[in-house]
């Protein structure tokens, strides 16, 4: 066993939950130590599952005053970083700012903003290389959507959109990336891809990343699944062996839910 597997995984699983455009950093403190009370009653072991949140920028200075105050051992990022450092770029946030609010992830490439704000894989990639300058470890989603997966085509096109995205890093980059499957139709829908779809994409990126770096960064790289994730369908997802960890929308907004996906060992049966 490494430090960074918990022994039973080949990567130590990650569970992350991303707020999107929900709570104000009133309300996105009292989620944040709901969720750490809830962890802390059930004994939650970080270093066998790490957790992050990704509330929105306005809550940032609030969570990071919370979790150095009381020492919790849950990351946090941003949801989104503007491809440039700083300047006249109105509305955009660098990843300076995020690494000095103690960010230690930031998304990139959320289907939202790829649909909503038309952001391209080259914008994607220069978001990915950003993060890495300023010290931030991008989380690269990636994923079809409805019309794709009905052509079935969804493997190709993720893995465009990953080839894209980590286009230019170096080996050490790419082991340190999280890649975030998430099937657009399965976003907030209800729609879950079965564990055994996460499993086929999970396996197809991991190959990928194989054979655009070498193996020992593929075998280090983190990929989570993303879409419509609950605690009752979380430990089955989780079994599978190419998939390392959850990328959760709407259940990570109630803290005893999102606990629970945390603590999806305890509901891990045994084959
Ligand atoms: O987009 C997602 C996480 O980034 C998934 O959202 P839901 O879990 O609400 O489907």
């Not at 990915?128 to 493997?155: D, N």
């Not at 109630?254 to 509901?267: G, T």
Request: with cysteine; proline share 3%.
């Amino acid at each position: 066993m490494t430090s960074s597997t918990n022994g039973a995984f080949d990567r130590k699983p990650f569970i992350a939950g991303n707020w999107k455009m929900n709570m104000d950093h009133v309300q996105g403190i009292t989620l944040l130590q709901k969720l750490a009370w809830t962890l802390s009653d059930a004994k939650h072991d970080y270093s066998r599952v790490e957790v992050a949140v990704f509330p929105p920028f306005t809550d940032l200075r609030g969570v990071q005053t919370l979790v150095q105050g009381d020492d919790l051992d849950i990351a946090y990022g941003g949801q989104d970083l503007s491809q440039f450092d700083s300047g006249a770029y109105t509305g955009d946030i660098s990843g300076q700012f995020l690494n000095k609010l103690g960010c230690k992830y930031v998304l990139v490439g959320h289907s939202e903003r790829r649909t909503i704000h038309n952001e391209s894989d080259d914008v994607l990639n220069a978001k990915v290389k950003a993060a890495f300058k300023h010290g931030v470890t991008p989380v690269l989603c990636v994923g079809e959507g409805l019309e794709v997966r009905q052509a079935g085509t969804h493997v190709n096109h993720t893995l465009e959109q990953l080839r894209a995205g980590v286009a230019g890093l170096t080996s050490e980059q790419a082991a340190e990336l999280v890649v975030a499957y998430e099937p657009v139709w399965a976003i907030g829908t209800g729609e879950v891809a079965g564990p055994e779809d996460a499993q086929e994409m999970c396996a197809a990126i991991r190959a990928e990343l194989a054979s655009l770096f070498d193996a020992d960064v593929a075998a280090k790289t983190r990929l989570l699944y993303g879409g419509s994730v609950k605690a009752n369908n979380a430990a089955a997802i989780l079994k599978e062996r190419d998939v390392d960890g959850l990328l959760v929308g709407g259940a990570s907004l109630d803290p005893a839910e999102f606990a629970n996906i945390v603590r999806f060992e305890s509901h891990l049966v045994a084959d």
